[in-house]
């Protein structure tokens, strides 16, 4: 599947980054991907004048100097270093300044100006493409009008929308994994693989949440006549409500598959949690692998759960640059389980959740894997789709 083809123009491109150029990524999803970035960086505006960073920043400071001026929680400085860093890179209003010690250090370089006639703007362009796509604006909205809610007065209630446990916001939380279609191709791309790498057996899907994973799969394993591939599937998730619910929709949708659904933290020893070492042919997840708080150690465990000859595949959000925060992550950071959860590592784990191409290759080898595949082609696609961030790891054990 991924072997190079002479493409149409002449260049060589693989089949599957083929596909996601004329079939997934479309010119509506790449003007939204690219409006939803300027919309962060708008949003960074408001927060830095809400925040009122021109002046805290009159001298450098280091991102958990301004967290604790600012009396955010303590790990409140994971957020302001991602949003400080993404404004030294993206605007003229924050420069961060090289230091002998080594710590990073930001300084305010003038007022910013007032978003708010343009975030109406990006927000009427973007729904002339679709309601779909708000569902991506109000994911990234929420995180700049509760930045300061959720970062002191409220430090649980990112975590309580992310596990399920918010139930006023379960729809806010639902609709940005699965009826945004920036992040709905991670579902579709993950399941075009699976259908090409996949021959047979039993299926592990991790962090499976509100299901985008397991709807793909089952449903584009039924169109290419192949659903009697899946011998089984086990479907897991440390959120309970996630899996019921999602257990609801899949059995009415597909009464005949085995299937089980059960509690799983990646976390943890997996067999400790009854999955049996060497009972998977397949482990999958969509944005779910990069939650991980260890990751070299939950991918050591994920090879033992596999048979010899088995394949993890995981549709992932990835960086281009190792520390640029992802517009989504203006809400994301606002939990406390997202923003520290990683062990990190300056050498693959160089921030938290989403990892670099390079990054993943690196853990993989550490953790015993062969054959690794980041799939598309990443630079040609970046050709016409310069702000595209998803991509499938596929990698074997031996
Ligand atoms: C970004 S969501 C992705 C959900 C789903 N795969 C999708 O794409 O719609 C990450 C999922 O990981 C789950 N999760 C968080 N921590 C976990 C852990 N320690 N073990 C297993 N799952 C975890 C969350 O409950 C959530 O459902």
């Not at 919309?39 to 958990?64: Q, V």
């Not at 003229?92 to 010690?101: P, Y």
């Not at 300061?148 to 940005?176: C, F, I, T, Y």
């Not at 799969?217 to 009697?228: R, S």
């Amino acid at each position: 599947m991924f072997e190079a083809i002479k493409g149409l123009m002449g260049r060589r491109v693989d089949p599957f980054t083929e596909w996601c150029q004329q079939e997934l990524f479309t010119s509506d999803m790449v003007k939204a991907a690219e409006l939803l970035e300027k919309t962060c960086d708008l949003h960074l505006f408001s927060i830095y004048r809400m925040l009122d960073l021109e002046n805290i920043l009159n001298e450098p400071k280091t991102a958990r100097e301004v967290t604790n001026e600012l009396r955010l929680v303590d790990s409140a400085d994971v957020t302001v270093e991602a949003v400080l860093w993404r404004l030294a890179h993206n605007s003229d209003v924050v420069e961060l300044v090289e230091n002998a010690d080594g710590e990073d250090r930001y300084v305010s370089r003038g007022p910013a100006p007032d978003p708010s006639a343009d975030l109406a703007l990006k927000w009427a362009q973007l729904s002339t493409l679709g309601d779909e796509y708000l569902a991506a604006r109000k994911f990234v909205d929420f995180g700049a009008t509760h930045f300061v809610e959720a970062l002191r007065d409220d430090p649980d209630l990112m975590d309580r929308v992310l596990s399920g446990r918010e139930p006023r916001l379960a729809e806010l939380w639902d609709q940005a994994t699965n009826l945004d279609p920036l992040q709905d191709i991670h579902g579709k791309m993950g399941a075009r693989v699976i259908l090409h790498e996949f021959q047979g057996g039993d299926i592990l899907e991790i962090g499976g949440g509100t299901g985008n994973g397991i709807r793909h799969v089952l449903d584009t394993l039924a169109e290419g006549n192949a659903l009697d591939r899946v011998n089984h599937y086990l479907f897991t998730d440390i959120s309970t409500a996630f899996v019921l619910n999602t257990r609801r929709a899949i059995r009415k949708a597909y009464p005949d598959i085995k299937s089980d659904w059960r509690y799983l933290d990646i976390n943890k020893e997996f067999a400790s949690q009854k999955i049996e070492r060497e009972s998977a042919d397949l482990i999958y997840g969509v944005n779910a692998a990069h939650v991980a708080k260890d990751i070299v150690e939950m991918l050591k465990e994920c090879h033992a759960t596999l048979r010899s000859g088995g394949q993890v595949i995981f549709s992932e959000r990835i960086r281009l640059d190792s520390r640029m925060m992802a517009p989504r992550e203006l809400s994301l950071n606002l939990s406390i389980y997202h923003r520290t959860a990683a062990v990190r590592n300056a050498d693959y784990r160089p921030v938290h959740c989403y990892l670099t191409p390079a990054n993943w290759e690196r853990v993989l080898d550490m953790a015993g894997f062969n054959d690794v595949v980041i799939c598309p082609d990443l630079d040609t696609v970046g050709e016409t789709f310069p702000h595209q961030y998803a991509a499938v790891v596929v990698a074997k054990k031996a």
